[in-house]
């Protein structure tokens, strides 16, 4: 596979392909600014669309277990739901059983599928793609994420992209940056820290205007099996 080395991509906000990485000014500093940064985030390309960049200090094994997703962008099952766990376990063929649970109203439910590492060409660690029994292969109707939920995408590459691995925290995207999850070892993490790292999905290019807060509030008993 012959894959475009990183590019830098400028986009406008509503595509949510690219935000700006920029410092925080001085608290000394009166000179207001004359230019505005560009919207640039950074990306890799197949010749069909766009992936984010994966971060090169995941590490699997370390990943594995059970994570709450505290924020990110609702789409399928997820949507209005509640206590959104993944856990991750490896298979002896080293490819990721993946689980999802959640909880909608009084009712619990959850899917399990496979994730597979995607092709070296995307990045040596933290690229994946995850596939469900439900649902075809990514590309055709498969499940584009960790979290459960089916969208349609014609890309062939990876459907979940660790941006950002932090051992207690984890930004995931998938391509097109089309779906957003922020996970946390922590099932209520402060306001602060969920903020933080939205902030810093922001940085890495998912759309502020779509993220949501996820209720992991009242979840005792709801998680892997």
Known sequence: MRLTTTVLTLASTATALAHPRSTS????????????????TAAQYDGHCFYPVPDPKFNLHNYLGTWYQVAGTPFGPTAG??????????????????????A????????????????MAYGTAGVFEVNFPSAGPPGQGGLTSGSGGAEEDDCPGPNYIVQDYAIDWAIVQTQRWNTLYILSRVREPSAESIQAWIDRAVEFGSNRTMIQLYNQTGCEGIGPM
């Open 81 to 102: 739901a509640r206590c959104v766990t993944a856990n991750y376990q490896l298979f002896d063929n080293n490819t990721v059983r993946v689980e999802n649970i959640a």
């Open 25 to 40: 000014p001085s608290c000394n500093d009166t000179t207001a600014p004359t230019t505005t940064s560009p919207p640039v």
């Open 104 to 119: 909608a109203g009084p009712s619990t439910f959850s899917i399990v599928g496979t994730g597979t590492a995607a092709d």
